[in-house]
């Protein structure tokens, strides 16, 4: 009897032992293994992503930029000079200039019009001498300019995807300018028509043969800046143009240009250029149209800018439509031929 019961004993020790072993095991291998299997599904995500990003480093390392000479650039705020190599300078200047999540022929257009702009600009002998030996201002004056540390600041975390579809419309066309009669071309372009271009003569004083008033449907549907209304009291509108609207003027005489854009407005018995009211009143175009509500006068335009050669928007539309950048280049500019640098310009390249 007692036997059987120092055997019980020892049965009855051994039987929470071996409990307690068991359940040891197991937090030892099955809930560690239980721990990591979500960790490996994240590890295996993270080095696709990873192996991903490898790829798309890979493939920007494809993407190469030679340029025959440098760009001296004032930037304004700090009246430093950078020195730019040019091709960087245009992809810096369409950044500035063009949505990077254009169409990528559009952005090739741009791309054209940018670098063609800074090469004519270099060719002429009596340009204005800037400080420090600098070529352009970063400012509209020329074509605006921003660094790289700007588009970041300006484009965060879209930076890296909106400088890659830049670049590689800039790549695409790089060596590529805009000639007429084997001359690089005034490569004018703006924001957004009134559903047509402007001759070059209604807005500035030359009469060039490619920058031709041309339809651009396109701005209308795409652009949000097609329209627009600005309001001035009395006051404003007297003092803004030096008139006198005493005599409760109602009626304005208007003329209109080939492009619908207004070429001389009579207000307050005084005749101005459209031209010149746009830039006296700030207003986004000089296609206008007048009408008073009390003591207010209500200004409503159409498009976007001096409204002279390539309208982005329209650019864009065209692009939405499968239309190539030549083919843009060639709607906004007529009669124009797409060069390269060697051949229009040997001179500049000789002097660089």
Do not use: C
Request: proline share 3%.
């Amino acid at each position: 009897m007692a036997r059987w019961q120092n055997k019980q004993t020892s049965t009855n020790w051994k039987l929470p032992t071996i409990i307690i072993i068991s359940t040891l095991l197991t937090f030892m291998f099955i809930i560690p293994t239980l721990i990591v299997i979500p960790f490996t599904g994240d590890d295996s995500t993270q080095a696709s992503v990873e192996t991903e990003t490898a790829s798309n480093l890979a493939e920007e390392k494809d993407i190469s930029l030679e340029s025959p000479f440098d760009v001296h650039v004032l930037r304004t705020e700090s009246n430093e000079v950078e020195q730019v190599p040019l091709e960087e300078y245009v992809t810096h200047v369409v950044a500035s200039e063009m949505p990077a999540d254009f169409e990528i022929e559009a952005l090739k257009a741009q791309a054209l019009a940018a670098r063609t702009f800074i090469v004519r600009f270099l060719m002429q002998e009596n340009r204005e001498e800037l400080a420090g030996g600098a070529d352009v201002k970063d400012t509209v004056q020329h074509q605006v300019y921003k660094n790289t540390d700007e588009l970041r600041q300006v484009w965060g975390s879209d930076y890296h995807w909106k400088i890659d579809k830049i670049t590689e419309a800039v790549a695409a066309t790089q060596g590529q300018i805009i000639t007429y009669s084997n001359e690089p071309i005034t490569a004018s372009f703006f924001s957004t028509s009134n559903g047509y271009t402007e001759n070059s003569e209604d807005y500035w004083t030359d009469q060039l043969p490619y920058l031709r008033s041309v339809e651009s449907p396109w701005d209308e549907e795409i652009s949000p800046k097609f329209i627009d209304q600005k309001i001035f009291t009395v006051a404003d509108l007297e003092d803004k143009l030096n008139i006198d609207l005493s005599n409760s003027v109602e009626d304005f005489q208007l003329t209109r240009t080939e492009s619908k854009r207004v070429d001389t407005a009579t207000i307050g018995g005084k005749t101005f250029s459209g031209r010149d009211i746009r830039d006296y009143l700030q207003l986004p175009s000089s296609d206008f149209t007048i009408t008073r509500k009390d003591d207010h006068y209500v200004f409503t335009t159409k498009g976007n800018g001096h409204g002279v050669g390539m309208s982005q928007y329209g650019a864009n539309g065209m692009a939405q439509e499968g239309k190539s950048y030549e083919e843009i280049i060639e709607h906004y500019y007529q009669g124009v031929q797409v060069s390269t640098l060697e051949q229009a310009t040997p001179t500049l390249l000789a002097k660089k």
